[in-house]
């Protein structure tokens, strides 16, 4: 079991990481919340899809354990607060953003006691490679959530970047059929008819 009475440096460091992290609730994100009233921030947005993960497990591959997925989609973005948010609509240079989240989260998750940095930081390297099948699911419930948000709000970030259904194709559905292809089925038709009727 584990030792009751932890060293008080080990709490110090797992509480300023905790604090350092509250940051994420003011980085603004592209999609706005369902009702349209304001963007969402990333704090809420990781919060969405650890749920979205939660809920929709069953549409996952059986090798897929969904714990580690949550894991990893509440602390997919906490790079963030160093490198901001990067539109998947937005034109940017993704080598210079992926070192500088490679940055943000050797010193972010560097707060931590050594044993739970390395855990975070090789769950976040996971993620990002997107090689495995937990990564590949928490990736595809990355993707599947803002799409959802455009619908309930009328278009959303969609027409704030002008896209078309053949660029979401591509940007959002490849990556949410490879991890979740009975998603995407029930997705696309109803992204095909709110392009048609908008």
Not at 26 to 55: C, K, M, P, Q
Not at 73 to 95: K, M, R
Not at 179 to 198: D, H, Q, S, T, V
């Amino acid at each position: 079991g584990r030792n009751i009475t932890m060293p008080a440096d080990r709490i110090d460091k797992q509480v300023a990481f905790l604090t350092e992290v509250d940051r994420l609730k003011s980085i603004e994100r592209a999609t706005t919340l369902g009702d349209g009233t304001r963007f969402e921030n990333s704090a809420e947005h990781s919060w969405h899809v650890a749920l979205y993960a939660l809920i929709l497990a069953e549409q996952a591959r059986p090798d897929v354990e969904i714990s580690r997925v949550v894991k990893m989609l509440l602390i997919h973005d906490l790079v963030e607060i160093d490198a901001g948010d990067a539109p998947i609509f937005g034109q940017y240079d993704a080598e210079k953003l992926a070192n500088e989240e490679a940055k943000a989260a050797r010193r972010i998750f560097g707060l931590l006691p050594a044993d739970q940095a390395s855990e975070l930081l090789d769950l976040w390297n996971e993620f990002e490679a997107a090689a495995t099948p937990d990564a590949q699911f928490a990736k595809s419930m990355d993707r599947f959530q803002p799409p959802n948000q455009n619908l309930a709000s009328g278009g959303g970030s969609w027409k704030d970047y002008g896209v078309d259904l053949n660029r979401i194709e591509a940007r959002v559905g490849a990556k949410i059929a490879r991890g979740a292809p009975g998603l995407w089925a029930w997705l696309k038709p109803k992204i095909k008819r709110f392009m048609a009727e908008n």
